[in-house]
């Protein structure tokens, strides 16, 4: 079956950095795009960035110049570099699978049809 596993989520000061795993099985991983998404308390879920199966990076405004994503294929595990982090980006971090790997809506939950269960991300001094 399809696993999500996120990892590395922690308590940051501001201005640190983070990096974020998901670790997947369950699924071709080559082909499929794979998708990071955050929701802070009281708020919707965020689209933050996605990687498609040819590696095109997308990202919100909110994070472009500060989040790296990137995937290791042959680990089946995407990658989400933090820096420069904010109190803003305080939130769970969730990552999830797009098996048909259509990214021109990368940013809609509902184009992805599988989802870890989250790593926390606080950002705090």
């Known amino acids: 079956q399809v696993q999500l596993v996120e990892s590395g989520g922690d308590l940051v000061q501001p201005g640190g950095s983070l990096r974020l795993s998901c670790a997947a099985s369950?699924?071709?991983?080559?082909?499929?795009?794979i998708g990071w998404f955050r929701q802070a308390p009281g708020k919707g879920r965020e689209g933050v960035s996605c990687?498609?199966?040819?590696?095109?990076?997308y990202y919100a405004d909110s994070v472009k110049r500060r989040f790296t994503i990137s995937r290791d294929n042959a680990k089946k595990t995407v990658f989400l570099q933090m820096n420069s982090l904010k109190p803003e980006d305080t939130a769970v971090y969730y990552c999830?699978?797009?098996?048909?790997?259509?990214?021109?809506?990368?940013?809609?939950?509902?184009?992805?049809?599988?989802w870890g269960q989250g790593t926390q991300v606080t950002v705090s001094s």
């Open positions: 999830a699978v797009d098996l048909q790997s259509s990214t021109w809506r990368w940013s809609h939950a509902s184009e992805y049809d599988y």
């Open positions: 369950g699924f071709t991983f080559n082909d499929a795009s």
């Open positions: 990687i498609s199966r040819g590696s095109t990076t």
